[in-house]
């Protein structure tokens, strides 16, 4: 079966310092990726989204950037955090094919700056 | 674009009361997806609704999604303490291809008082 991870599970940092946060998948292969922030409980905002190896989109204009330099490791990453990057951090990831799209999601990580 | 709205944004009910959730489309659903959140946890897959008038059952929450496939709706019966949460709809794209990203709509937070 298959298992997404995320780490840390919880985050502070000050403004100004770096950030990596890491999402890897188990138990399939080339799968859709996606990184999402979380405000208030709710409302799920993606940020990048990742169909393989290298290949990034990015949804929104922001400090912040990803990486995939595995097929099943996806990485969030900003070289100087911002007050407003503060949120719930979602990994999630989807088949690459077939008709169904449901996402799984990892257990998020919560970063507070300071 | 396609947005979708949830309707009630929060709900309180005691034990035992039945409740509905809606998730409504501007545009025609192709595939809906009903999720879980537990505050601070990721998002738990519950079930996906493809066709017009389609409904699936998991315990005691009930899914359906309209014939013209604008609304869907979640149903729980006998609520618990345990289904208390956010749910959240997320809608699939309209074309096919590589584009798996997700429509969300903003939760509806459920609480179930003892």
């Known amino acids: 079966s298959q298992t997404i991870h995320q780490w840390p599970a919880t985050l502070v940092q000050p403004v100004g310092s770096p950030l990596s946060l890491e999402c890897t998948v188990e138990?399939?292969?080339?799968?859709?990726l996606y990184w999402y922030r979380q405000a208030a409980g709710r409302g799920l905002q993606l940020l990048f989204y990742s169909v393989g190896i290298g290949q990034i989109s990015s949804e929104v204009p922001q400090n912040l950037s990803a990486s995939r330099p595995q097929d099943r490791q996806f990485i969030l990453s900003s070289k100087k955090l911002l007050l407003s990057d503060s949120g719930f951090y979602l990994c999630?990831?989807?088949?690459?094919?077939?008709?169904?799209?449901?996402?799984?999601f990892g257990p998020g990580t919560r970063l507070t700056v300071l | 674009s396609q947005e979708l709205e949830q309707s009630p944004q929060s709900l309180i009910v005691q034990e035992g009361k039945n409740l509905t959730i809606n998730c409504t489309s501007s545009?025609?659903?192709?595939?809906l997806y009903w999720y879980k959140q537990k505050y601070g946890e990721g998002l738990i897959f519950l079930m996906m609704l493809q066709k017009g008038g389609e409904e699936k059952s998991h315990e005691k929450i009930t899914a359906k999604l309209d014939e013209k496939k604008q609304q869907s709706s979640l149903h729980i019966t006998a609520s618990q303490p345990s289904h208390a949460g956010i749910y959240l709809c997320?809608?699939?794209?309209?074309?096919?291809?590589?584009?798996?990203?997700?429509?969300w709509g903003l939760g509806t937070s459920l609480a179930v008082n003892p």
């Open positions: 997320g809608a699939g794209p309209s074309n096919a291809g590589n584009n798996r990203k997700l429509i």
């Open positions: 138990g399939t292969s080339n799968p859709n």
């Open positions: 545009k025609t659903l192709y595939g």
């Open positions: 999630a990831w989807s088949h690459g094919q077939g008709v169904f799209h449901e996402q799984f």
